[in-house]
């Protein structure tokens, strides 16, 4: 079974920075997107960031030019840049993989269209 490890959630200042990770393991899918998504209590889930295998990215209006997602050159770690957060981002934040049966990819931010989903890391900002 596909494994989704993620790590680099803590604590930290309005304006400051953190960078989230995650792992793959078993995810050899031609064809896939990967998305960071996040969830505050009594609140839906909602998409943050999404790369595809072509390189295409999509951000969430909220976390635009604040927030940055990328692969490692290998394509097994996933990353989520995150800067200058408000504490309106705080929010547990889930690393999600969606595969695709051929050479087409839709790059989304739909909850539904993801499988595979991480643990989740918890995100807290203070003003």
């Known amino acids: 079974q596909v494994q989704l490890v993620e790590s680099g959630g803590g604590s930290v200042q309005s304006g400051g920075s953190l960078t989230l990770s995650c792992e793959t393991s078993?995810?050899?899918?031609?064809?896939?997107?990967m998305a960071w998504f996040r969830q505050a209590p009594g609140r839906e889930r909602e998409g943050v960031a999404a790369?595809?295998?072509?390189?295409?990215?999509q951000y969430a209006d909220s976390v635009k030019g604040r927030f940055t997602i990328s692969q490692d050159n290998a394509k097994t770690t996933l990353y989520l840049q995150m800067n200058n957060l408000k504490p309106e981002d705080t929010a547990m934040y889930y690393c999600?993989?969606?595969?695709?049966?051929?050479?087409?990819?839709?790059?989304?931010?739909?909850?539904?269209?993801?499988?595979?989903w991480g643990q989740g890391t918890q995100v807290t900002v203070s003003s």
């Open positions: 999600a993989a969606a595969s695709f049966p051929g050479p087409a990819v839709i790059t989304t931010l739909h909850v539904g269209s993801y499988h595979l």
């Open positions: 078993g995810y050899t899918h031609r064809s896939y997107c």
């Open positions: 790369i595809d295998s072509d390189g295409r990215t």
